[in-house]
């Protein structure tokens, strides 16, 4: 069953038993209050034995009473949390899935619809219940001077029961929630809610240090406690030396930096999994690239590591990439075509247009769900295990080992990188000046090799100076994005080839079954054509990329 989503914004407030509830009508842009009846909710929240879903700031809880009573998974987001709702009936609150732990010979209680986007956290892990929760609410909906309601007041008093740990607490809390009528702006919202944490603070209360309710009944009163309670609790969470707890610089020690690098790049390929699974626009790409990226990390920077366990990652990797690959391929398929058909205008068939495009897709449906199949597989979830523990505990050589600051260590992987990349292109640039047939299988080989060349230049590249581990300043950002501009050359180059493979095989499919085929033509004409110009670029984005080297 579809869930409903939406961005939930709140702030909580300690308050004891004797507090009056806050005035709210001299709170600028409040002009009226609207009082509800009291409502009990009795809510279960869920997590693994290792608090996975504790460590990651995500909420799995089952809740009965009130007018969102239903499933609900909470995480951390830019501004407040998303908060995923599904009704109570949901596959009739029965999970069977690969993700609710029956590998071990367990059911979960969790429905697979909603173990769904949090597959690649939970993995095969049984969900059990973490704790109880039960809250008698006094609401009061606050009123802009349009009788919008831009807030809820929540009067909470709270008993909840620590399953695992066997301890019972109570407590009285305000939650002041946004809805729908609050302002449009971040910063409208942001003082609309000081403005009414005024008249909260004016009574006997206090901003909350407790994220959620959930916290305060395992007995965590912070956002730091709560990830200290998860990482308590599970033996593969992350290990960060004291070195690496430092802000890191060009002086830091290459393999803090490099295995703060994965950290990121795990957790953006984590990200992208609930929406390759959900078939978001473009995230089986993403999720493609950032497997390729981690690859490339580990490939360029593998000095800093023992062979054995990253030699193992990478080819795990690129197995999760060959089968994303093949949905991706399909799904570029079908948008070219599509796109070269309308293109096309009035030359362009519906017999065509069936075969290239509808036909395409069919296949994207296929290799999605062969994609999905994988992604709910025991392996996919070991791939996880082992980089989740890679990270913990990096298996450093000895070179690793002796704490080389990333500036030396990078300039020589980028030295190294850029040899790499030079050898393949003159390989490549042979088998072109020998004349070679456009789509001649040696040929295409070298070129697709120089591309990878590139990329893995361009990635050990930006691991260093983009984001949060941008240690290393713009001659390295200059030297990624020139090896992305040889890439993305070789790479339009690379697409026309197997798109004028793909038309030929279809072309001759066509001609079969009686289909006039000069659409094929056509296409395959404009695809050479812009295919030879993409490599007739590759040459110049070279150039510029050794020129940019020259400053290293």
Same mark, same amino acid.
């Given at each position: 069953m579809s869930h409903t989503s939406q +961005?939930?914004?709140?702030?909580?407030?300690? &308050?004891?038993?004797?507090?009056? %509830?806050p005035t709210f009508t001299a709170v600028e842009g409040i002009e009226g209050v609207v009082v509800d009846e009291a409502v009990k909710l009795e809510a279960v929240y869920y997590d693994t034995e290792g608090l996975d879903l504790l460590r990651r700031r995500i909420i799995v809880r089952r809740r009965e009473g009130g007018?969102?009573?239903?499933?609900?998974?909470?995480?951390?987001?830019?501004?407040?949390?998303?908060?995923?709702?599904?009704?109570?009936?949901?596959?009739?609150?029965?999970?069977?899935?690969?993700?609710?732990?029956?590998?071990?010979?367990?059911?979960?209680? +969790?429905?697979?619809?909603?173990?769904?986007? &949090?597959?690649?956290?939970?993995? %095969?892990?049984?969900?059990?219940?973490?704790?109880?929760?039960s809250t008698t609410r006094r609401a009061t909906h606050l009123l802009n001077d349009r009788g919008q309601a831009v807030a809820e007041f929540a009067d909470d008093s709270v008993t909840a029961s620590d399953v695992r740990g066997g301890v019972v607490r109570a407590w009285r809390e305000w939650e002041v929630e946004l809805l729908a009528g609050a302002p449009d702006t971040e910063a409208e919202r942001t003082a609309l809610l000081d403005a009414i944490e005024v008249a909260v603070l004016a009574e006997d209360a206090r901003v909350s240090a407790s994220p959620a309710k959930i916290a305060r009944a395992l007995g965590v009163e912070s956002v730091e406690g709560m990830l200290r309670a998860g990482k308590a609790a599970s033996a593969g969470s992350p290990k960060k030396t004291s070195s690496s707890e430092q802000p890191l610089t060009s002086k830091s020690s290459a393999a803090d930096v490099i295995v703060q690098v994965l950290r990121g790049y795990i957790a953006e390929l984590e990200r992208l999994d609930p929406l390759a699974r959900a078939d978001e626009p473009d995230a089986v790409h993403r999720m493609r690239a950032a497997a390729r990226r981690i690859r490339s990390v580990l490939s360029a920077y593998g000095c800093l590591f023992t062979e054995q366990p990253a030699g193992q990652l990478r080819q795990q990797l690129r197995e999760l990439g060959g089968v994303l690959g093949v949905a991706r391929d399909a799904e570029v398929r079908a948008q070219r075509a599509d796109d070269e058909l309308d293109e096309l205008g009035h030359r362009a068939d519906d017999a065509a247009r069936r075969r290239l495009v509808e036909g395409s897709l069919e296949q994207y449906r296929q290799a999605h769900a062969a994609a999905l199949r994988l992604l709910s597989s025991a392996t996919y979830y070991r791939l996880f295990d082992a980089l989740d523990a890679f990270v913990a505990d990096p298996p450093l050589s000895e070179a690793g080992k002796k704490g080389k600051p990333i500036k030396a260590v990078a300039s020589a992987v980028i030295a190294a990188e850029l040899k790499r990349l030079r050898q393949r292109a003159g390989a490549a640039a042979f088998a072109v000046a020998s004349g070679a047939s456009s789509v001649e299988a040696p040929r295409e080989d070298k070129l697709h090799e120089t591309r990878k060349a590139a990329r893995r230049l361009r990635f050990a590249a930006e691991a260093v100076s983009a984001g949060e581990t941008a240690v290393l300043g713009k001659k390295y950002r200059h030297i990624a994005e020139g090896a992305e501009r040889v890439q993305d050359a070789l790479g339009d180059h690379h697409d026309s080839v197997l798109f004028v493979?793909?038309?030929?095989?279809?072309?001759?499919?066509?001609h079969a079954a009686g289909e006039n085929t000069f659409v094929y033509g056509a296409l395959s004409a404009r695809a050479e054509h812009r295919g030879a110009a993409a490599l007739d670029s590759s040459p110049k984005a070279l150039k510029r990329l050794d020129k940019r080297a020259e400053s290293l």
């Open positions: +961005v939930e914004i709140e702030r909580k407030y300690d &308050v004891g038993d004797e507090a009056l %509830d007018g969102d009573e239903g499933w609900h998974i909470k995480r951390p987001a830019r501004e407040g949390r998303t908060e995923l709702h599904w009704p109570l009936e949901t596959a009739s609150d029965v999970s069977t899935g690969a993700g609710s732990g029956q590998a071990s010979g367990l059911v979960s209680p +969790v429905p697979d619809a909603v173990l769904e986007p &949090v597959r690649v956290v939970v993995r %095969d892990r049984p969900l059990t219940p973490l704790a109880r929760i493979e793909h038309l030929l095989r279809t072309s001759h499919e066509a």
